[in-house]
């Protein structure tokens, strides 16, 4: 499986606790059409993968929000793309509905792996369940600066948008990395002198990744009572503008 996921192979297990491995499936496209179907569909470009074993890449609303994020990697006839298991039934069946007459066929594998939340958050890598499914741009997720977008590729949907908002750096929410004083949870609010400001969207143990406004990073946030620290993301972070 795709290096970047750390995969073990284990059973996997419920992801109601924050301690929770993640569980992660494999949806399959293979046929004539897989590389014509994917390169129309995904932000990044499947020429890549000729230079390396696999690519980050994400599959997009018409408006521009993220469906889905994770890796791409060749497989026999195809294409495989990591998933969430809470998701990859509901992306195959819209994926579907985009087929037209492109040859391509869909499948699932589910070999028990899961992927470590702490060695996501560690590296900024968002794990989009299906909870958080269209909620997030790419460049909220810090997309451009894990390389899983092209911008010379071609159209896929949403790149209108997605460009648009590249060219004039027009981001002003990102995927920032905090610690908490307690344990909090994906989808909670994250708030300013008690207005809401962002949302937690992946959580390990009291690490955890909000997307905020930059400007608010250092600002003194929270989670109701409970106090979020900067953590900064190696070089993935942008300097505030």
């Not at 958050?121 to 369940?129: C, K, L, R, T």
């Not at 790149?159 to 004083?181: C, L, M, N, P, W």
């Amino acid at each position: 499986m795709a290096k970047l996921c750390q995969s073990l192979e284990q059973a996997a297990v419920p992801t109601n606790n924050y301690f929770s491995m993640h569980p992660i499936q494999t949806i399959t496209v293979t046929g004539t059409d897989a590389f014509e179907f994917l390169q129309a569909q995904l932000t990044n470009d499947l020429r890549r993968l000729e230079s390396g074993a696999e690519i980050l890449a994400a599959w997009c609303s018409p408006k521009g929000r993220v469906i889905w994020f994770g890796t791409v990697f060749p497989i026999d006839n195809g294409y495989g793309l990591s998933a969430p298991a809470d998701t990859a039934d509901a992306i195959v069946q819209r994926m579907t509905m985009f087929r037209f007459r492109s040859k391509v066929e869909f499948g699932i594998l589910d070999a028990g792996q899961t992927v470590d939340p702490a060695h996501l958050i560690e590296h900024g890598h968002p794990y989009i369940g299906s909870s958080q499914v269209e909620q997030f741009t790419p460049h909220m997720l810090n997309l451009d600066l894990l390389d899983a977008l092209s911008m010379d590729k071609g159209c896929y949907p949403g790149q209108e948008i997605v460009a648009r908002t590249h060219y004039k750096g027009a981001t002003k929410r990102r995927a920032i990395r905090f610690a908490s004083d307690a344990p909090v949870y994906a989808g909670d609010k994250v708030s300013l002198d008690g207005r809401d400001v962002g949302e937690v969207l992946n959580v390990s143990d009291r690490n955890l990744l909000a997307v905020v406004p930059v400007d608010l990073a250092d600002a003194g946030l929270s989670v109701g009572d409970i106090m979020l620290s900067h953590e900064p993301l190696r070089s993935l972070e942008p300097d505030p503008k």
